[in-house]
């Protein structure tokens, strides 16, 4: 039979170094996420409570709770979903299903991969060139809104064109023999097939939405605002900012307040993002082709 | 038979290589203009302008930017003091003076560590992700990278004034950690998802056959990796650094709250450091609209906007390469 030569010997060796070093890698890259999230909830979550949750903040911002960034965020991540959602779905069937194979629909993929390269803070400058100058809009969060949800679009795009691009082609053919047009089997066949595609991409939008702050800053977000937003023409907080706030620009914080609302932050991205992941395991384990 | 209607007589191509799927004009054809023909047409120019609109706003982004910033560059801008001097002292009441240089080579440098720090952890995971682990180790590992990429900027920046600043001073002994060294690692952890999941795509990309014809004349996996693998994608892991120098490059917040923010040339990763994104982020509140110094903050967007669109360009030159040119 066969015997390991000394050659084989070192071969399995070198392998076996290679293995973990490769491994000791990927550790040292994703420890970071378990660190820090440990580190936010040792430190944040003393001065958690319900009522820091639910009420105004206090002197200055350093006491009371943290209601208006938060619920600032809920309206700024709602009207960016609204705004991208419906552009960047159509956008998606467009360059999945319609669009021929020519250099004006590789100039559109060019310009998706360049509009997610762009800085977040030159997005904030377009948003305030356009939105709240341009388009007269002002400081508010039907600006910010649509700041976020140019920022976001090619997010929503790509996630959404995979989705439709997984439905397989036979599925297409057999529906268009049938005699059915092109949006009859996108809209009975497609759609109803990479519906859960399409909502782990939104999911991700609200992830990322949600805890940007460079967008947002000069666009709808104000440092301190003592009303609660009532509508989409007014300036609101928000969790993100608001972090950035407390932790930079206001002296007499008490330690813990920061790494509490931190922890907030983090805990609504990260909720989201294992929303998605669960959903597309979830999807993964239902599909039937 | 319409002559408007696609000329293409392949009705189902089979032989199509296109973009999207060749449709079922063949079957519309023989049934007429009926109401779902019409339907179909109107719901093609909806998602067309979708399609298009990725164009507009890229368009748009550098037209509204440039809109501001454009009086700086005709009317107040001296080249040579933008890219050769470091002094920027734009709210001087005797001369304001916009010396750009510090603020890119802080950027160039903060980026420089990251990289430093990023691309060999970033690419090393991609391989042991991609060619290494298996099953279970491998799902938990691409949901960790995946997480590290879900963490915000702001959240990061946090990080970095508490966590890492302390962890700098104990280690090192330095007086102060916020400095390059401490936004280049954190930069480094956020560049680091992206560089792993398209270096990841593009060892996925190179075809199993290169593999098993490898193995089968008796090579081991590292071998099959270093000596195969690597070369066949070696375009998309480029690719796949130059998305992480863009992504860098452009952050904000994080490097705001942790570089330290002082302008000067740095000569040590101990230097505290101030960013062009940076500078647009903590100056651009203070300033009156149509002031010098608010378009001279704009005149900063398009140096950041045309560069990441370089970079991007690259990126996607270089990926494209590998994949047949395509």
Same mark, same amino acid.
Request: aromatic share 12%.
């Given at each position: 039979m066969f015997e390991a030569t000394p050659l084989n010997r070192r071969n399995a060796r070198v392998e076996l170094v290679v293995k973990l070093l490769f491994l000791l890698m990927t550790v040292v890259l994703v420890l970071p996420v378990l660190t820090i999230l440990s580190i936010l909830l040792v430190k944040g979550t003393p001065a958690l409570s319900w009522e820091f949750l639910t009420t105004m903040p206090e002197k200055g911002m350093t006491a009371g709770g943290i209601l208006p960034p938060l619920l600032?965020?809920?309206?700024?991540? +709602?009207?960016?979903?609204? $705004?991208? #959602? /419906?552009?960047? %779905?159509? &956008?998606?069937?467009? *360059?999945?299903?319609?669009?021929?194979?020519?250099?004006?629909?590789?100039?559109?993929?060019? +310009?998706?991969?360049?509009? $997610?390269? #762009? /800085?977040?803070? %030159?997005? &904030?400058?377009?948003? *305030?060139?356009?939105?709240?100058?341009?388009?007269?809009?002002?400081?508010?969060?039907?600006? +910010?809104?649509?700041?976020?949800?140019?920022?976001?679009?090619? %997010?929503?795009?790509?996630?959404?064109?995979?989705?439709?691009?997984?439905?397989?082609?036979?599925?297409?053919?057999?529906?268009?023999?049938l005699g059915a047009t092109r949006w009859q089997t996108i809209r009975e066949v497609v759609l109803p097939n990479s519906f859960s595609g399409i909502l782990t991409g939104v999911?991700?939008?609200?992830?990322?939405?949600?805890?940007?702050?460079?967008?947002?800053?000069?666009?709808?977000?104000?440092?301190?605002?003592?009303?609660?937003?009532?509508?989409?023409?007014?300036?609101?907080?928000?969790?993100?900012l608001h972090l950035f706030v407390i932790a930079t620009q206001v002296p007499g914080v008490p330690e813990a307040v920061p790494f509490a609302v931190a922890l907030v932050l983090i805990t609504m991205v990260l909720a989201m993002n294992a929303l998605a992941i669960a959903l597309r395991v979830h999807l993964r384990g239902k599909k039937k082709w | 038979m319409p002559p408007e209607m696609d000329g293409n007589s392949?009705?189902?191509?089979?032989?199509?290589?296109?973009?999207?799927?060749?449709?079922?004009?063949?079957?519309?054809?023989?049934?007429?203009?009926?109401?779902?023909?019409?339907?179909?047409?109107?719901?093609?120019?909806?998602?067309?302008?979708?399609?298009?609109?990725?164009?507009?706003?890229?368009?748009?982004?550098?037209?509204?930017?440039?809109?501001?910033?454009l009086g700086f560059i005709l009317h107040t801008m001296d080249v040579r003091e933008f890219f050769g001097s470091i002094a920027w002292r734009p709210t001087s009441l005797i001369r304001p003076t916009y010396g750009a240089l510090a603020l890119i080579v802080g950027t160039a440098f903060v980026t420089g560590l990251a990289m430093v720090f990023s691309v060999p952890f970033s690419l090393g995971a991609a391989i042991f992700i991609g060619e290494f682990a298996k099953g279970r180790v491998r799902e938990t590992l691409k949901i960790l990278v995946e997480l590290l990429a879900a963490v915000p900027s702001v959240v990061w920046g946090f990080i970095g004034m508490t966590v890492m600043n302390e962890f700098l001073i104990r280690t090192f002994g330095v007086p102060v950690g916020l400095n390059a060294m401490n936004a280049g690692l954190i930069l480094g952890l956020m560049a680091a998802p992206i560089m792993t999941t398209i270096a990841e795509d593009a060892l996925k990309a190179v075809p199993d056959g290169y593999r098993e014809a490898a193995e089968a004349m008796g090579a081991t996996r590292w071998q099959v990796v270093w000596r195969v693998v690597l070369p066949a994608a070696k375009n998309g892991l480029l690719g796949a650094v130059l998305l992480g120098v863009g992504r860098a490059f452009g952050e904000t917040m994080a490097v705001l709250m942790a570089s330290g923010h002082s302008i000067h040339l740095p000569t040590s990763p101990f230097d505290s450091v101030r960013a062009l994104t940076a500078t647009i982020a903590a100056e651009l509140g203070e300033t009156a609209v149509g002031s010098d110094h608010y378009r001279a903050l704009f005149t900063l967007g398009i140096l950041l906007f045309v560069v990441t669109f370089f970079i991007n360009l690259a990126a996607d030159l270089v990926v494209r390469g590998v994949r047949g040119g395509r």
């Open positions: 600032g965020t809920v309206w700024l991540v +709602a009207g960016s979903v609204v $705004a991208t #959602v /419906p552009l960047g %779905v159509a &956008a998606a069937i467009y *360059l999945s299903e319609y669009a021929p194979d020519n250099w004006f629909t590789r100039i559109i993929n060019l +310009a998706i991969v360049n509009l $997610a390269g #762009v /800085p977040s803070i %030159v997005h &904030a400058l377009f948003g *305030l060139g356009a939105f709240v100058l341009f388009f007269g809009f002002g400081t508010s969060i039907l600006a +910010a809104s649509l700041t976020l949800g140019v920022m976001n679009l090619p %997010v929503v795009i790509v996630a959404t064109r995979e989705a439709l691009q997984s439905v397989p082609r036979a599925f297409r053919e057999a529906c268009w023999s999911i991700l939008t609200v992830s990322r939405a949600a805890g940007e702050t460079a967008p947002i800053m000069f666009t709808g977000a104000v440092f301190y605002s003592p009303f609660l937003p009532q509508g989409i023409f007014d300036e609101t907080m928000a969790m993100a | 392949s009705t189902y191509g089979l032989e199509g290589k296109g973009a999207a799927l060749r449709g079922p004009e063949g079957a519309s054809r023989r049934y007429g203009r009926d109401w779902a023909w019409w339907q179909d047409k109107l719901v093609a120019s909806v998602v067309f302008v979708g399609g298009v609109s990725a164009i507009v706003f890229v368009l748009g982004i550098f037209a509204f930017v440039t809109r501001e910033g």
